[in-house]
């Protein structure tokens, strides 16, 4: 799924190169900017309110519905979850489905923001969505994560990236806190797993030297 997905993203930016090559498209309607820009009052924004709304429809989704849990259980293990009579198949046409739709959404969102779009638009921000998910808690591997970590992950990174922005800090620095900040999350669950190993090689060596006397 991975190499796929990696695959079809090479060619999809390969099209737009070619349709557009190094120009940018705008010209929008003022309603589309206002997809971005609008807000209800003065307070809050378009944004704000699918953001909230999208958060609490799939953590209802994913943490109270059995769809949700044959996903975590695709998740641990798809073999397992297939011989569990899971339709595993099914639920992956699902899950791509409805990544594809909100990458469409999010693709719509980021145009209206720029106000224009140019072949190389999003480039990099890959490892900002990995950075989000890691530091939320959500496992590489699948199977383990919730929503509200996921969220407070969203918005660590973004004031992150806002706070750089405010100090004029180059796009090039902010990559590399993003990339330390990846790293720290990563590592901090391996050392946490590491002191919790040496804590039962403890126990086991005093309860071993205890049998002994």
């Known amino acids: 799924s991975m190499i796929v997905t990696l695959a079809t993203q090479i060619i999809f930016r390969g099209i737009a190169q070619i349709i557009l090559e190094t120009n940018s498209v705008g010209g929008f309607p003022s309603w589309f900017t206002k997809i971005a820009a609008g807000k209800i009052g003065e307070m809050v924004p378009y944004a704000l309110i699918f953001v909230v709304v999208e958060a609490l429809f799939f953590a209802y989704l994913l943490h109270y519905t059995k769809f949700g849990r044959r996903c975590y259980a695709m998740g641990n ?3 397992v979850a297939k011989f569990s009579g899971v339709k595993t198949d099914k639920i992956k046409v699902i899950v791509y489905t409805m ?4 990458s469409a959404v999010a693709a719509i969102y980021l145009a209206s923001k720029m ?12 490892l900002d969505i990995i950075a989000m998910a890691v530091l939320g808690g959500v496992s590489t591997s699948g199977g383990k994560g919730r929503i509200l970590g996921a969220t407070l992950a969203i918005m660590v990174i973004g004031y992150l990236r806002y706070g750089l922005g405010l100090i004029n800090a180059s796009s090039q620095i902010i990559m590399i806190v993003v990339g330390l900040l990846l790293i720290i999350a990563v590592a901090i669950p391996s050392f946490r797993d590491s002191i919790g190993n040496m804590n039962w090689f403890k126990k086991l060596k005093a309860m071993t030297t205890k049998s002994k006397k």
């Open 115 to 126: 106000s224009s779009v140019r072949p190389d638009v999003a480039k990099g921000y890959e």
């Open 99 to 102: 990544t594809g739709l909100l």
């Open 77 to 79: 293990s798809t073999t």
